[in-house]
């Protein structure tokens, strides 16, 4: 439209009497006396303008979208997506600081099939220089932090593979990040949170979004068009600012966090119409659940951002979830701080940073802990592991604290605690400490009070007693002193123990009423929710298609085994009953399970059958059992004891298993009381209804 306009602009001075001069002469005369200088002038503008045009398209703000898919996502859903096997760090020269070393090794350690590839700032240079000729005058205008933003955005846009800075350390297999998430194909991009809001009204204080993307791990295939966003907003955020202008705005902003944030809920919202914070994605499900929509896997906090301000895991918190372990070396950008409070009650008291010990109490503290030093250490049953914490203990105000809540919040009455030191370094001995309690949200009470504690040798550990002052849930150990604080720059602990806190209790069953039937269904990880997509009710509602799935993980306290029950109304005598497999993934099957029963006369429950070493034969395979003789019962359970291979069940936790149906086998008449027989009806209209 441009060329034709402006040839038409030039007919028209050919042809109009205009009173331009050209040389002293009308430019129409001089128009109409050289007829070939007027067509070589057209030939001229016409190409000169086509060029323009060109450079103008190839530049536009669809420049990094995807080469495969230039304007569009659904190419890349047609494809068979594998991220590449290659891990990518960098650093400013080949020199890693002696803090992060452990955790670049890491990466190496734990995936030995992966290539590795390390950048130092000359290596970016180079990189950039020679494959983005068109940003090297962007990049040069860059500070340092800037230029490894844009750097971790390009080389996983170019080759694809795994990004994490050199503070993170892995602490799970890349091959079984897909598999904890209950994913295996076509996963274009891996994404974590790093902050969820919520509806805390201060949080554009200390967070550059509600919905902030965790920066310092990302994994990419290559060419995705969320990593085509980020580059050409932050190439379009420098074209249109002057130097003065990039200045006064945060990298935060310019390449950091808030415009990797904005890329990817801009995507989302574009191509899925998908809005994080609103149904189906509330801020909780995305904070605790795996979720793939379309190619993009978003990881809950637990998996990439433990340790990140305002994060307190959930109380079952699975550590196979947690994919690495950042250590902040790097934290330039504005974070919440957390000063000394005046008072236990203090508003400006806040939890930074929870883990659940191995033993079940929740662990909580603030402050940084040197690598491979935290927090978890502190009750992991293990004297030869430590948690520390760096404070400077030449002030007198300093502090280190950490509360413990015991499990499921039970009350309990504390007799006496152990401390263990570290096995080096005594100069980080505790010196001198208090211990407070309290009851759910209550006011603190002082326990117990130690000054000037001396241990005699790394790795003792001492006893304390403590008199008796009621219930508690929760204790907090406050530490103010340490053995040398002119040589110690933290205070560590091996281990905690405390004399009289309770054990975690089993997980509590769901429960419904299914017609005449009153079923239970127990395991540890989802509750076995019956308004879940594959929950207890696909067991029972005698339809083959449907699945129980369930999850969980093992216990030292408890048996962990899944169990469903069912109460009847009246008695029924049991004959049999008939097991079908689930639709996929046969190592989830089960291979051992008990048959239990009891009657209105008897409380405990007794075996009326159990089975080993099953095997069903193929997918929706079916088997009957029958029983040496019929039983009447009131009640009957199905637990199950063992999986078919445990080794290889691809979930996200670390057992789950999967049935298709239970039907028990019931004398003539008595049909009506099983559950199948209440929702027989109901799944035949919906199957009869999704057919039509």
Known sequence: HAVF???????????????????????????ASNGKYVVFLYAIVTLGLLVYLHQLHNRSDSEFLPRSSHHSHVGRREQHLDIPKIIHQTWKTEEIP???KSAVGSWKTMNPSYEYRFYTDADMDVIIKRDHSELWGMYNRMEPVMKADLFRYLILYDVGGYYADIDVECTQPLDSWLSRSHTFFNVGIIIGFEVITGTRPDWHKWFARKFQMCQWTIASTPDHPILGRVIDHIWNVFDNNTDAEIKSKSAVDLTGPAVWSDAVTDFMKAEFKVEFGVEPFKSDMLRDEFVLIGDVLLLPLRSLSVGSAGYTPPAKFAYEDQFVRHGFQGSWKKRPTFAP????????FERELCVTSYFGPLLCTVGNSPHNLGLEHVMDGKDSTVFAQYKNFKQNTTSAFFTIAAPDAQNFTIKSYDITVGPDQPARQPRTWVVHGRQASGNWTLLHAVENVRFDRPGQTKRFRV??????????FNFTAVANATEADAIAIAEVIVQGMPKPLPPQPACKQIGKSHVCACCSVDASSFEAKEGPLGLIDGNALSKWHTQWEPSPFYSMYPWLSM?????VTILGYNMTA?????????????????????????????????????RYGNMTFTLSQPVTVTDVKLRIEGLRKPTDLRCRHTFCAQLGEWRLLVEP???DQLPQHQLAEPVAAKEEMNQE
């Open 341 to 348: 409070a005046p008072s236990y009650n203090h508003p400006s």
């Open 582 to 618: 689930a639709n996929d993934f046969e190592n989830r099957d089960p291979s051992a399970w008990h048959i239990q029963a009891r009657s209105s006369t008897t409380e405990d429950w007794q075996d009326i059958d159990v089975q080993h070493d099953v095997e069903f034969s193929d």
């Open 567 to 571: 109460q009847f109304e009246k008695p």
């Open 5 to 31: 306009g402006l040839s038409a602009c030039f007919c028209g001075l050919h042809t109009s009497d205009w009173r331009y001069n050209v040389m002293g002469r009308p430019l129409s005369s001089v128009l």
């Open 467 to 476: 008199p008796s002052r009621g219930k508690i849930t929760e204790l907090r």
């Open 98 to 100: 002696t803090n992060c």
């Open 669 to 671: 008449g008595q049909e």
